[in-house]
Nanobody
Framework: QVQLVESGGGSVQAGDSLRLSCAAS????????MGWFRQAPGKEREFLAA????????YYANSVKGRFTISRDNAKNTVYLQMNSLRPEDTAVYYC????????????????WGQGTQVTVSS
């Protein structure tokens, strides 16, 4: 069982940056593929980025490639999402997720989810 807790959300202006954190706990949490998703009101959940357990493989959705960066620190059991040049359309609840599968490029099959953190970007 893996528990995930996101933090770092908030209200910012367009063009600002935020870094989200996801603290993972559990006996083998550092061995999981980790991903970030978001869900805006009235919209489906959207995959953003994923990182392999080693941190060596990264995968991004086209919508955030070049603006968002995913990383992980296994010593701290924490995954990060650095978000730059934020836009009002980035407003959503952001979730981190974990899966046993090593298929980083497949944005499905996540086994564990955090409770989410709100990001609001105003123009």
């Amino acid at each position: 069982q893996v528990q995930l807790v996101e933090s770092g959300g908030g209200s910012v202006q367009a063009g600002d940056s935020l870094r989200l954190s996801c603290a993972a706990s559990g006996p083998t949490s550092s061995r999981y593929t980790m991903g970030w998703f978001r869900q805006a009101p009235g919209k489906e959940r959207e995959f953003l980025a994923a990182v392999s357990w080693s941190g060596g493989t990264l995968y991004y959705a086209n919508s955030v490639k070049g603006r968002f960066t995913i990383s992980r620190d296994n010593a701290k059991n924490t995954v990060y999402l650095q978000m730059n040049s934020l836009r009002p359309e980035d407003t959503a609840v952001y979730y981190c997720a974990a899966k046993i599968s090593t298929l980083v490029q497949i944005p499905r099959g996540y086994d564990y989810w955090g409770q989410g953190t709100q990001v609001t970007v105003s123009s």
